[in-house]
């Protein structure tokens, strides 16, 4: 089991920038897929990005692609979320989520239902 908690969200305005953590416990840490969901008022919770276990393999939703980069330190049990040229439209609340990964089975990076484990968010607000 994998303690997931945000940090670093705020008040930005358009075209700044801000790094998000996601800092998890326990000592397994590195046997799990890592993705940043966010949601916004109304809206359903969607897939931002995603790491492999080695932070070999990235994956980015279509609308962050060249924006934001996922990285991750095996090391400190953390993950981060740089977001560069920040758009109001990326107002929402950041969670990021730990995915186990299971023998036999193919991965989903992109999908909310294939995480096992949910932090609490952190919201992120982008003025015009």
């Known amino acids: 089991q994998v303690h997931l908690v945000e940090s670093g969200g705020g008040l930005v305005q358009a075209g700044g920038f801000l790094r998000l953590s996601c800092a998890a416990s326990g000592r397994t840490f590195r046997s799990y897929i890592i993705g940043w969901f966010r949601q916004a008022p109304g809206k359903e919770r969607e897939f931002v990005a995603a790491i492999s276990r080695s932070g070999g393999s990235t994956y980015y939703a279509d609308s962050v692609k060249g924006r934001f980069t996922i990285s991750r330190d095996n090391a400190k049990n953390t993950v981060y979320l740089q977001m560069n040229s920040l758009k109001p439209e990326d107002t929402a609340v950041y969670y990021c989520?730990?995915?186990?990964?299971?023998?036999?089975?193919?991965?989903?990076?992109?999908?909310?239902?294939?995480?096992?484990?949910w932090g609490q968010g952190t919201q992120v607000t982008v003025s015009s």
């Open positions: 989520a730990a995915q186990n990964v299971v023998v036999g089975i193919v991965p989903l990076f992109k999908s909310a239902r294939a995480y096992d484990y």
